[in-house]
């Protein structure tokens, strides 16, 4: 599994470094999402002398080349999670045990169409945020 993001690493000419590789590990041993400071305490126990700077760098470079991707939570911070699907599609957060579920749809051609009909303006981007409880914690 881990191999597929070092292929995109490759892909991208980012090396394999130590702190990139753990960082990678570390987010994909759990589905979850991320604050880069819980990932930074994780990345203490091996690198002593790395810096919170250094976290968020290496989850914008994993930004910059669609492996990582961020939402932004009530506390208005910043959390990361990992996702190595390359086309078009959302996720969905679970609220409790902070699983990230990928869900295979987007219909932002049909907005894009929308947008141009109604407002005759072209739409470029979109976000949209999924939360709420999933299947094992709707069952406990
Ligand atoms: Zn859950
Ligand atoms: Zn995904
Ligand atoms: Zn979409």
């Not at 394999?16 to 819980?38: A, D, V």
């Not at 190595?84 to 990230?100: G, L, M």
Request: net charge positive; aromatic share 12%; hydrophobic share 30%.
């Amino acid at each position: 599994m881990i191999k597929q993001y070092i292929e995109i690493l490759r892909q991208h000419d980012l090396k394999k470094t130590p702190k990139r590789f753990e960082i990678l590990r570390i987010m994909q041993s759990k589905n979850t999402y991320f604050s880069p400071q819980e990932l930074w305490r994780m990345l203490k126990q091996k690198f002593q002398k790395i810096g919170l700077p250094t976290v968020y760098r290496i989850l914008q470079q994993f930004q910059d080349i669609g492996i990582v991707y961020s939402i932004r939570k009530e506390d208005n911070q910043l959390y990361y999670f990992l996702c190595s699907t390359q086309q078009d599609h959302h996720h969905f957060i679970c609220r409790k045990c902070h699983k990230v579920s990928c869900v295979q749809y987007c219909d932002f051609e049909n907005i894009k169409q929308l947008v141009e009909d109604q407002l005759q303006s072209k739409a470029e981007t979109h976000f949209l945020q999924i939360e709420g409880l999933c299947k094992e914690c709707r069952e406990s």
